[in-house]
């Protein structure tokens, strides 16, 4: 039986099959942005072809799919999601444009306010109280719950967000005003504020409630159309989805709540980075996953990726628990322009799959990342995605002229150059964000390069950083968050309000508590937990000095779930530490106090076998092809540089920059003073020298 891993992407989807050996087939295809499921589908058509098979017979012999989708990403980018009701206290409705006072451009008056997903005629007020402590002040009036449901039936909503003040104290009236509704309204979406975001803070609260009531429809919609296509070709197994915690869940319940589901795609190439970068030896390496569209980027401390619950989205607060991961506009189909100063600019904005970059060939007129990767040389036209897609270089070249060299009057070469080393600075920026910025010196860390250009423009990064060593897969680097689906677990992730200062600690109420949430994750799990090796339980509490307004996350050191008196020390002094290293200083003699306790349980699923291989000679003559004119920043020109088929190195072989390594679906750019050596884990582990 054969695992299989599907990642949708701005520019490809890509797909990787794994059998019980640890045999793996890759396969690349274009997405398809208008329905993500037909290039999904001809995706497993192609590789069946691979195996000598149709699409039926390969689904029929298929026992799991994990899919990583960007349906609820893209769903608020584009702000194409459902049609959104609020029900909320009365007097409260405005608070998802008040905010916080947070404004992404401070000093700009003229920024506009983030596009309304739910306007306040769909934002209704009804009488109800919960104070603090979980008591009831007001009881709610459910005659103006049915006719708030009323008024959002004549406004045909698709979705309703249900979010009351202290519901997560006590979520009564919430749950009875689901009930009211689904009495009127049966098929529409209720998505409740103390379901989804159990804690303190209305602001968080509400935005994220919106947020999941707007996503999950669509979201929805596209799994059982996905789910039914693939029912109806032969497929028998369980389909999984990917989720943001890096974690994967059923697709029954990764429909019950889309929020979940956002970020999933980068999250999944975090996981799969982290696995292979500490199978090379680096438990510390940051996570690059340069693709069509985008630039990923992640911090991997130990193992194990950072987790957040900060994430801004389409310039909404989404606060359950995400993979900590920093996003840019920069991938292989980011748009070259000059601005109305006369400077040269990359991205965000990208040409996507169609019409794509200039040497696709599919009409795209506008330069990209792409096309200056061709110009200098470090892409063979005629070998990309395996000889399946020729490049056309004469259309690339065109592009950057007409659009670049021409209007700021420099060769093509510079033209090229120029938007080759602005991507990188935006890139390394990218690390900083998430390493020096977060008190991390990424000289500690190892690079972990994946996605199609990753590998392309790696090289290049950890000069300007001063990494010393990168680590790219070989032969699933372009594919490696597909990889990353059949590498995940099983997670299911809490969150519970719990306000408590040091002096007061009832380890008890803490206890209990934490014994609640995870009897109620592990019900989650359902039936699955028959199919896991194990599970584990990781508990964290956001904890603060008293007196501040944020909080720092801070994992309880206890393998058990029980909190003692020396556990509870261990986490307080983890937390000054912390403190310290994010903040550059810290207050031990000051009183610190809870504010949430989190629940991460991960349910250990059996993993494909990764093939190894033993090394053999260091030379690598075997696979050298030639020689090709390549630029190189350090010289500012064309330099006369070795060639290599990836498909003929093996491990144990040593090259030597310049070179450049043509796999099957990208290319690894080595530069001058660099060496790259093919492990026995089937890693290319890049190094300064």
């Known amino acids: 039986m054969y695992k299989l891993g599907i990642d949708v992407g701005g520019t490809f989807t890509d797909l990787v099959c794994a059998d019980q050996t640890g045999h793996i087939e890759t396969q690349k295809v274009l997405s398809t942005a208008e329905n993500q499921a037909i290039g999904v589908l001809a995706g497993i058509e192609q590789l069946a072809a691979r195996y000598g098979l149709d699409s039926p017979q390969l689904l029929s012999q298929i026992s799991s799919i994990v899919h990583g989708t960007t349906v609820a990403t893209n769903t608020m980018l584009e702000y194409t999601g ?119 803070r209305e602001f968080e609260r509400l935005s994220t409630t919106l947020v999941d009531a707007y996503v999950t429809p669509r979201l929805r919609a596209y799994l059982q159309r996905l789910e039914r296509e693939l029912r109806e070709r032969g497929f028998q197994g369980q389909l999984f989805i990917m989720h943001g915690n890096g974690g994967i869940a059923d697709v029954r319940q990764a429909s019950q709540h889309g929020a ?17 970068g500490q199978g090379s030896g680096f438990r510390n390496v940051i996570t690059v996953d340069m693709g069509g569209t985008s630039f990923d ?91 399946t897609m020729r490049l056309d270089a004469a259309a690339a070249e065109r592009a950057i002229v007409s659009r670049i060299a021409e209007p700021l009057g420099m060769s093509v070469l510079e033209a090229a150059g120029g938007i080759f080393r602005i991507v990188n600075n935006s890139m390394s920026n990218s690390v900083r964000q998430v390493s020096l910025a977060k008190g991390y010196d990424p000289r500690d860390f190892a690079l972990t390069a994946f996605g199609g250009a990753g590998a392309v423009h790696a090289g290049a990064l950890v000069d ?68 896991l090796d194990t599970i584990l339980a990781r508990f964290s509490l956001d904890m603060r000095y008293v007196g501040q307004t944020h909080e720092v996350t801070v994992e309880v050191p206890s393998p058990d779930g029980q909190v003692g008196p020396t556990e509870l020390a261990a986490t307080i002094d983890g937390f000054h530490t912390l403190h310290r290293q994010l903040y550059t200083f810290d207050k031990p003699q000051d009183e610190v106090e809870i504010l949430n306790v989190h629940l991460d349980l991960i349910g250990v699923r059996p993993k494909p076998r990764l093939q190894t291989a033993r090394p053999g000679a260091a030379d690598p003559q075997a696979a050298h092809t030639g020689r090709r004119p390549v630029y190189f920043v350090s010289a500012l020109d064309y330099v006369d540089t070795d060639i290599y088929d990836g498909d003929r190195v093996v491990a144990g072989n040593v090259i030597a920059g310049p070179a450049v390594i043509e796999e099957q679906q990208t290319s690894i750019v080595i530069l001058p003073g660099q060496r790259a050596i093919l492990n026995e884990q089937l890693s290319y582990v890049i190094e300064v020298v």
């Open 82 to 200: 459902a049609d959104v009701g609020l029900i909320t206290t009365a007097g409260f409705r405005d608070i998802i444009e008040i905010r916080r006072n947070y404004k992404e451009a401070a000093f700009d008056i003229r920024l506009p306010a983030p596009y309304p997903i739910v306007p306040r005629r769909r934002r209704l007020g009804v009488t109800e109280r919960i104070d603090a402590s979980g008591a009831i002040v007001k009881p709610l009036a459910e005659d103006e719950v049915r006719a708030a449901a009323h008024r959002l039936a004549d406004m045909q909503v698709e979705a309703i967000a249900v979010a009351y003040l202290f519901s997560f104290v006590n979520p009564v009236h919430e749950l009875r005003t689901r009930d009211l509704i689904r009495e009127m309204l049966p098929d529409v979406y209720i998505s409740l504020s103390s379901e989804i975001l159990p804690q303190v």
């Open 260 to 276: 979940q589901a956002l970020l999933s795609g980068p999250a999944s190439g975090v996981v799969a980075g982290a696995q292979l």
């Open 297 to 387: 980027v992640c911090l991997v401390q130990d193992g194990r990726p950072r987790i957040g619950t900060e994430q801004w989205i389409s310039r909404y607060r989404v606060a359950v628990p995400f993979i900590d991961i920093h996003t840019i506009g920069a991938g292989g189909g980011s748009i070259a322009w000059v601005d109305e100063g006369g400077a040269l600019r990359v991205g965000p904005h990208s040409a996507g799959a169609h019409p794509g970059p200039a040497c696709y060939g599919f009409g795209g007129q506008q330069p990209t990342v792409t096309d200056a990767d061709v110009v200098l040389g470090y892409l063979n036209p005629a070998s990309f995605l395996g000889g």
């Open 464 to 531: 300007a950083l001063g990494i010393r060593t990168i680590v790219v897969p070989k032969g699933t680097a372009p594919v490696l968050c597909a990889l990353g689906d059949l590498l995940s677990d099983l997670r299911v992730s809490r969150v519970r309000s719990f306000y408590a200062r040091g002096s007061e600690f009832d380890l008890a109420d803490l206890n209990a508590l934490f014994r609640r949430m995870q009897t109620e994750a592990e019900e989650a799990l359902g039936g699955q937990r028959s199919q």
